[in-house]
């Protein structure tokens, strides 16, 4: 299990080959390649760009561990709506160049799904957006992985997401399990690891904490999440994938000239968080 991050507040800081320097120099050994950055989700850089920025990533000790692509991924107006399509195609073609094994693609949620009708049609919705990128992921070689999001959306419980999940019944997906997302829903997140389960264990994390109110995305310990209980119940179920920080919100306060200091201690976080999975495993 590597320990692996998102990099908007970095990339937006330093710009993109210095993150993965400053990441290296802290102690992340991966990254969440953000998509859903405006020119890497259109066709502004080549496939030559993305193969040479893999390389380089990898020459500094940074694997592209998965990928982000734009959100929303769909509006109540389908011009709209079709054109966000294109362009998550765009940057799941742009994810495989980069060499990521997954991309991470919201579910639609477009309508409000309190209104009574509009569970059923979400459901049949994605069941069709989903469906449409699966001819798109084998031929770029990249897996899909649908993540829980909202406090009450199509994905927002463990059963919502399995239903989808196994209803698309198709091996080009997976799950990315939010740890902060599932909190919000006041769901025990390591409940809804076990409720998951296969369809996690060769999946993907967003690793954040909060207090069960707001999406705060800040660091392991600094919110209500009872993260032992996480490690265990990943380590129960096999997982496979890699602890993926989705929690520059700790950074929100940080002056830039301290970034690399708050990414150093993350990273000790991380890597103490991944040594109790390590331990649960061997148990």
Not at 52 to 64: D, Q, T
Request: with cysteine; proline share 4%; glycine share 8%.
């Amino acid at each position: 299990m590597l320990l692996s991050a998102n990099m908007i507040k970095i990339h937006d800081t330093f710009g993109i080959k210095q993150t993965f320097d400053v990441f290296a120099k802290a102690g992340i050994q991966g990254i969440d390649f953000n998509n859903d950055v405006a020119e890497y989700c259109t066709k502004q850089h080549d496939r030559q760009f993305y193969e040479e920025l893999g390389n380089y990533a990898r020459e500094k000790g940074v694997a592209i561990c998965q990928a982000h692509a734009p959100f929303p991924s769909s509006f109540t107006d389908e011009a709209k709506s079709a054109k966000r399509f294109d362009e998550i195609v765009q940057a799941m073609q742009n994810a495989a160049y980069l060499g990521a094994p997954m991309i991470v693609v919201h579910p639609c949620v477009h309508l409000d799904y309190a209104v009574e009708g509009n569970p059923e049609k979400l459901f049949e919705y994605n069941l069709d957006f989903y469906t449409r990128l699966i001819p798109y992921a084998q031929e770029f070689g990249i897996k899909i992985a649908i993540e829980n999001i909202g406090r009450v959306s199509i994905t927002s419980t463990p059963d919502r997401l399995n239903k989808l999940y196994d209803t698309l019944n198709n091996p080009v997906f997976t799950v990315c399990f939010d740890v902060g997302h599932c909190l919000l829903q006041g769901v025990d997140p390591a409940e809804a690891i076990r409720k998951l389960g296969h369809r996690l264990a060769n999946g993907c994390t967003h690793i954040h904490d909060n207090s069960g109110d707001t999406d705060a995305h800040t660091l392991p310990y600094y919110g209500n999440v009872k993260w032992e209980s996480v490690m265990i119940a990943l380590a129960d179920i096999d997982y496979q994938g890699d602890l993926n920080y989705e929690a520059s919100g700790f950074l929100k306060s940080v002056p830039t000239g301290l970034y690399i200091d708050g990414l150093t201690y993350m990273a000790k976080v991380g890597h103490y968080l991944i040594s109790r999975f390590e331990y649960y495993k061997k148990k």
